[in-house]
Structures are given as structure tokens and as C-alpha cells.
């Protein structure tokens, strides 16, 4: 299976002896402003559990979680092998738990915060992983609208047009493998 990805928020749930489990499943970019929001919207929440999963330019893939009170490998790392056996990267998900007066112990909680992960990976909509990248061309005044519909045929992003005394430069984004042959 191919690396995935996500471009849009998707939300998970469960319920285990009236404990529940809000997962946040989101795009990196916005992981630590909607931590922030979830923080501030759930205050009377007892736990954020959170798991990341980041692609570096260099290729390696950066991972963390954090169990936020509860006991040491019981949330955080389970939500973080959801992710990782779905093959995502450059997501982050967020758990709210609000504890239901019922202990679950290591193995119930552990259940718990993975199944509401895996749930709202199951409600996402996965697209393939691309390395996106950025480049600057340059064309003629009479190579511009051609150069402008190449790029468009080609699925990359026109992110900026500079004029000058000799042309156009157009700032391109996409996946890196398109602009490498554009």
C-alpha cells in the first residue's frame, strides 16, 4: 500500500462504559491551531491525546505522541499505530476523551483511543501522498498563456505572476514529480 494523506478534517467517535472518545483526525498544517481550538471548545474534557505523523523534506517520516495524563503507552502510542498501519502521513490526530466514572484499565483504554482513531480514518476521504513542491519559470510575453495552459493540463497551482521588461515568471506548485518535467 502507498503512502495516504488527508486535505480535509474528519471526525471519529466512540463511546466504552460512558467514557467518550472524540478523534480529530486533520490535515498537519492545521494540527496544532485545531489542538489549540479543541482545547479551548472542550475544557471540561479530562484528556487531548495526540498522535502526529510528518514527512521531512529529507524523506524520513516524523512521529510523536502524547497520552496527557493518562497512564504511560495507554493512548498515545495506540493511536499513533492507527496511523501508522493505515500507512498516513502528514496528518496529526486528536483525541478528547470525557471520563464516564468508570476505570477501562490499560488494554480497554488503549481499545478506546485506537478504535475512535480508526474510526474517523474509516469516515476520511484518503487521497495518495505526493511530494509537493515549488518552482519559478520564466517565458516571453508570447509564451505566457501557453506556458499558463501547460501548467494548468498539468494539475499545478499558479501561485504568483511577475511581470517585467523581458516576460513572465510564474511561481508553479504541485506534486515535485510534475514540476520536475515542467
Known sequence: MALQT????CLGELED???RFLA???????????LSELRAEHRKANHHVT???RMMDDGRI????????????TSGMPCLKVLQGAELVDVGVIIVRYFG?????GGGLARAYSGAVQNAIERSDRRPWLRMG???VTAGFNESSALEQRAAQAGLT???????ETGVSLTLSGPADMLGTF
Open 6 to 9: 488527508i486535505t480535509t478534517e
Open 17 to 19: 462504559r460512558k467514557s
Open 24 to 34: 480529530s483526525l486533520v490535515p498537519i498544517a492545521a494540527f496544532d491551531a485545531r
Open 51 to 53: 498522535a502526529f505523523r
Open 62 to 73: 516524523e512521529e510523536g505522541a502524547r497520552d496527557d495524563g493518562e497512564p504511560a503507552g
Open 101 to 105: 466514572g468508570v476505570k477501562l484499565g
Open 134 to 136: 515549488r518552482k519559478t
Open 158 to 164: 499558479i501561485e504568483a505572476r511577475v511581470f517585467d
